[in-house]
């Protein structure tokens, strides 16, 4: 495909993501089915520049001004993010959007216009033409709003602002930027070494903030990922791809060798496998989710990882073998049901979507969760709170609440949990320092370890 008919084609996939609200890569597959002529490449530059769009979409609408005001926003927002995310030139945007067929059709002169203002910054100058005199004149007056420079839907900015305080806007920038690939070295089936020397292929280098973790630095914005699953080592079971804060959630379980672990919301099963590396095999490791349709893709991952501790628990035929462990549990690990906003790097189109009333039945949701596993962590053991969420909503809110029903609970320094698990390198724990939070959990941003947003807390039952 030529520019120009890219350039169509995100801006159709950008309008029908604003029209029924589904996730984008939803709108991506319905519109590559009718599009059977692109390539591989040519999907992924369109799948990077609707990403980008969305990843900072308030700040390209306050750069374009008046042209994101029109009926065709998408147009102007991806027009705008070639210019300002891409860095392309305005000749060449010029040119793919007034070729025909295929363009959208030529710039607007208020598009020329907005096209030649500043680079996207968190405070921005926005001219508003005003009559002195009879006369036309350009006013410049500077607007700074949180939700503007950190990108993200105004409603939240109560939530944010409680969270980050005067470090909104910069903080959740960090959010509106490409997020690397991160790997796991699973120790059951190699050692960091051997994994790391087979990641070169891929440019895979060590990541020292845990000793079995690796990174694969964001490509540009146009191309496509490294294809890191069909790499022989991926294959073999070696790696697996997780980002570092979830590898960091998983390492809260701390010294689990020969125990005994839950893992209660257990989904796909990506910390469920980091756990059972930890365990080196021994103890037993359980493995359950209310929804048992999201444990299908455990078995085969365990298999593949050399797992041979684990039970999977099946909601719909293992109740008695999930009842038959109350209070047997040395840690019990909720990866808790969150709305995900730590991870709008990856998932942009996510944040779009939220809406009020998601957070309040994620928050009644996390509540259950809490009250259903507190019963299997046995006098003595622990348990692990860990969401993909910044918000204090779903985590300090929470375990107040928890902790207020359940006084034989109290919570534990989360770092010196992860220091048990022995994967912690001395440059990780200078890195988690500052994500420490007054309650001793850890509050993690992408501004800090270029992970996913996460919150770990890590409680003991004392009884």
């Given at each position: 495909m030529r520019l120009s008919g890219r350039l169509s084609a995100a801006i159709e996939i950008l309008e029908d993501f604003d029209k029924r609200r589904v996730p984008l890569k939803t709108a991506i597959a319905d519109w590559a089915r009718c599009a059977r002529y692109a390539g591989a490449k040519d999907r992924a530059w369109i799948s990077g520049l609707c990403l980008d769009v969305l990843r900072k979409r308030m700040r390209i609408a306050v750069a374009m001004r008046n042209a994101a005001m029109l009926n065709d926003e998408p147009r102007a927002l991806a027009i705008g993010a070639l210019r300002f995310v891409w860095n392309m030139s305005i000749e060449e945007i010029a040119e793919a959007a007034g070729e025909m067929p295929h363009g959208p059709g030529e710039l607007t002169e208020v598009e020329t216009q907005a096209l030649k203002s500043k680079p996207l910054v968190p405070m921005f100058e926005l001219p508003s033409s005003v009559k002195i005199d009879g006369q036309n004149l350009d006013v410049y007056f500077v607007i700074f709003c949180n939700h503007i420079a950190g990108d993200f839907p105004e409603w939240l900015t109560p939530q944010i602002e409680r969270v980050f305080g005067d470090d909104a806007a910069r903080t959740m920038s960090s959010f509106a930027e490409r997020a690397d690939i991160d790997l796991r070295i699973n120790t059951l089936k190699t050692e960091p070494e051997k994994a790391l020397a087979a990641l070169k292929k891929v440019k895979g280098e060590a990541?020292?903030?845990?000793?079995?973790?690796?990174?694969?630095?964001?490509?540009?914005?146009?191309?496509?990922?490294?294809?890191?699953?069909?790499?022989?080592?991926?294959?073999?079971?070696?790696?697996?791809?997780?980002?570092?804060?979830?590898?960091?959630?998983?390492?809260?379980?701390?010294?689990?060798?020969?125990?005994?672990?839950?893992?209660?919301?257990?989904?796909?099963?990506?910390?469920?496998?980091?756990?059972?590396?930890?365990?080196?095999?021994?103890?037993?490791?359980?493995?359950?989710?209310?929804?048992?349709?999201?444990?299908?893709?455990?078995?085969?991952?365990?298999?593949?990882?050399?797992?041979?501790?684990?039970?999977?628990?099946?909601?719909?035929?293992?109740?008695?073998?999930?009842?038959?462990?109350?209070?047997?549990?040395?840690?019990?690990?909720?990866?808790?049901?969150?709305?995900?906003?730590?991870?709008?790097?990856?998932?942009?189109?996510?944040?779009?979507?939220?809406?009020?009333?998601?957070?309040?039945?994620?928050?009644?949701?996390?509540?259950?969760?809490?009250?259903?596993?507190?019963?299997?962590?046995?006098?003595?053991?622990?348990?692990?709170?860990?969401?993909?969420?910044?918000?204090?909503?779903?985590?300090?809110?929470?375990?107040?609440?928890?902790?207020?029903?359940?006084?034989?609970?109290?919570?534990?320094?989360?770092?010196?949990?992860i220091a048990a698990s022995g994967l912690l390198t001395d440059e990780g724990r200078i890195a988690l320092a500052p994500c420490v939070t007054p309650e001793g959990a850890l509050r993690i941003t992408p501004d800090r370890l270029r992970g996913d947003g996460f919150f770990i807390a890590t409680l003991k039952r004392t009884g």
């Open positions: 990541l020292p903030l845990l000793t079995t973790s690796a990174r694969i630095a964001a490509p540009d914005s146009a191309e496509r990922a490294p294809a890191v699953t069909v790499i022989p080592a991926f294959n073999k079971g070696w790696v697996e791809v997780q980002d570092v804060s979830s590898q960091i959630a998983a390492a809260a379980a701390g010294a689990v060798k020969g125990v005994q672990v839950l893992d209660f919301c257990a989904g796909g099963g990506g910390k469920t496998l980091a756990l059972a590396a930890l365990m080196e095999n021994t103890g037993q490791l359980y493995a359950y989710d209310s929804d048992a349709r999201r444990l299908k893709p455990l078995y085969h991952r365990a298999k593949r990882a050399g797992v041979r501790n684990l039970q999977v628990i099946n909601p719909a035929t293992d109740q008695d073998a999930l009842e038959n462990l109350k209070e047997k549990m040395d840690v019990v690990f909720i990866d808790a049901p969150c709305t995900g906003v730590g991870t709008w790097r990856r998932h942009p189109d996510t944040k779009w979507r939220l809406t009020p009333q998601q957070l309040e039945r994620r928050i009644a949701e996390q509540d259950a969760v809490l009250r259903e596993a507190a019963v299997y962590v046995k006098p003595g053991g622990r348990l692990v709170w860990a969401t993909c969420s910044f918000l204090m909503e779903e985590n300090e809110d929470r375990l107040e609440t928890f902790l207020d029903a359940h006084p034989d609970f109290a919570m534990t320094p989360a770092l010196d949990e």
